[in-house]
């Protein structure tokens, strides 16, 4: 069955210190990734998305994923957090015209 | 461009009431909209897929008649809570699908539905 995992349920970093959150999928064929980032009380944001092509992805608000085949992982990271950037993060999947299928969500916690 | 509104933002009501919430594609046309609901500190819940000028496909345990999902042109799919109860209170988020764009979905600002 198509899955898309977020191990870590919540992450803290410091402020300036650099983010890494997990996402592994399970998919017959490469599905189409994003990574999308919603506050609180507020819809979906996206941040990034791949198709194909290079496997590194560059996004909004500086934020950038690699593409991982190997691995099955689409990771998302920043090199250095700021205080706005606490919220909640989802990774998802979409393959063939199927329905999209999102991860649990990670939630990132910023500490000054 | 891609942008994806909903009405209300949030809304109260009494238990027995029904609620209409719209959910509109600004500046595309979406032939597939979805419906998600989303509970406190989760993921989102696909509800159903509305596609123009069909009816809509529900999720297992989804009850259809509860949830009514109309989508009557290229821009506007609306779900209706009928005869809403507490337990219906949750966070609706819409999305869509640019008409040939089957894999990138744009979502809503959701509606935060309180049900007393």
């Known amino acids: 069955a198509q899955s898309v995992t977020q191990p870590d349920i919540h992450i803290t970093v410091s402020e300036g210190a650099s983010l890494e959150l997990r996402c592994n999928y399970s998919y017959g064929a490469t599905p189409y990734l994003f990574w999308y980032v919603q506050s609180p009380g507020q819809g979906l944001q996206l941040l990034l998305k791949y198709f194909s092509g290079d496997t590194l992805v560059q996004g909004i608000k500086g934020f950038e994923a690699e593409f991982k085949r190997s691995q099955s992982s689409f990771n998302l990271r920043k090199p250095s957090v700021h205080w706005s950037d606490a919220a909640e993060y989802f990774c998802?999947?979409?393959?063939?015209?199927?329905?999209?299928?999102f991860g649990a969500g990670t939630r990132l916690f910023v500490k000054a | 461009g891609a942008v994806v509104s909903q009405h209300p933002s949030w809304v109260i009501c009494k238990s027995g009431t029904s609620v209409k919430i719209e959910c509109r594609s600004l500046?595309?046309?979406?032939?597939?909209m979805f419906w998600y609901r989303q509970f406190p500190k989760q993921s989102l819940m696909l509800m159903a897929t509305s596609n123009e000028g069909s009816k809509a496909t529900y999720e297992q345990g989804v009850e259809k008649d509860k949830f009514l999902i109309n989508h009557a042109s290229l821009t506007l799919s609306t779900l209706t809570v009928t005869s809403a109860h507490p337990e219906d209170s949750s966070f609706y988020i819409c999305?869509?699908?640019?008409?040939?764009?089957?894999?990138?979905?744009?979502f809503g600002p959701g509606t935060r539905l309180t049900v007393l």
């Open positions: 999305s869509a699908q640019r008409t040939g764009d089957y894999n990138e979905q744009f």
């Open positions: 500046d595309f046309q979406a032939t597939t």
């Open positions: 998802a999947g979409a393959s063939g015209g199927f329905k999209t299928i």
